[in-house]
């Protein structure tokens, strides 16, 4: 199985703020990596396919990076309702997709 | 709109039975993979099955196969869980979540509708 590892774990940050997102996956899976945002009762929302692709009605201050093992979700400006979990995804094994452990993004 | 719409979680005891229903609307259904995706109350997001469209391939994860169940009536627009010998991990909500399929610089899928999830308890 492959297994993703999101660091770190929680994030503080402020308004306006550059953050950086980590993705490792046990294995190579190419690009086949997506992102998600998730609000505290809400269904969780797909940010990125492919590893850097922005779904349609993102803000384009989200951005990925990465192919192979290594990725980053990178938001360039903080705004108040980007505080959330993110939930990284390999798709490279159709048969047993894995999410991350989640990042959680607060307010500092 | 496009919309995904669960029903049928509850509380059940250990060893018990339920059975998710997950109505799909604004998009043709029959064209699409989907899947169930649960999130145990304070952790992360777990894949739980996946069917796709014609239903002629069905995977699981380790920790709910042979207990679960997943399939599809694109008649009646609708995907089904049926889970069997619940255990109090099993306790969760349970989304339905869309599979699409993206062609980029890889052809990849990603789950971009969801709905707004089930409550399943396992408690005696």
């Known amino acids: 199985d492959i297994q993703m590892t999101q660091s770190p774990s929680s994030l503080s940050a402020s308004v306006g703020d550059r953050v950086t997102i980590t993705c490792r996956a046990s294995q190579s899976i190419s690009s086949y990596l997506n992102w998600y945002q998730q609000k505290p009762g809400k269904a969780p929302k797909l940010l990125i396919y492919?590893?850097?692709s922005l779904q349609s009605g993102v803000p384009s201050r989200f951005s990925g990076s990465g192919s192979g093992t290594d990725f980053t979700l990178t938001i360039s400006s903080l705004q108040p309702e980007d505080f959330a979990t993110y939930y990284c995804?390999?798709?490279?094994?159709?048969?047993?997709?894995?999410f991350g452990q989640g990042t959680k993004l607060e307010i500092k | 709109e496009v919309q995904l719409v669960e029903s049928g979680g509850g509380l059940v005891k250990p060893g018990g039975s339920l059975r998710l229903s997950c109505a799909a609307s604004?998009?043709?259904?029959?064209?699409?993979?989907m899947n169930w995706v649960r999130q145990a109350p304070g952790k992360g997001l777990e894949w739980v099955s996946s069917i796709s469209s014609s239903s002629s391939y069905i995977y699981y994860a380790d920790s709910v196969k042979g207990r679960f169940t997943i399939s599809r009536d694109n008649a009646k627009n609708s995907l089904y869980l049926q889970m069997n010998s619940l255990r109090a991990e099993d306790t969760a909500v349970y989304y339905c979540a869309r599979g699409v399929t993206m062609i980029v610089v890889v052809i990849i899928d990603a789950f971009d509708i969801w709905g707004q999830g089930t409550m399943v308890t396992v408690s005696s």
């Open positions: 604004g998009f043709t259904f029959s064209s699409y993979s």
């Open positions: 995804q390999q798709s490279y094994s159709t048969s047993m997709y894995t």
């Open positions: 492919a590893a850097s």
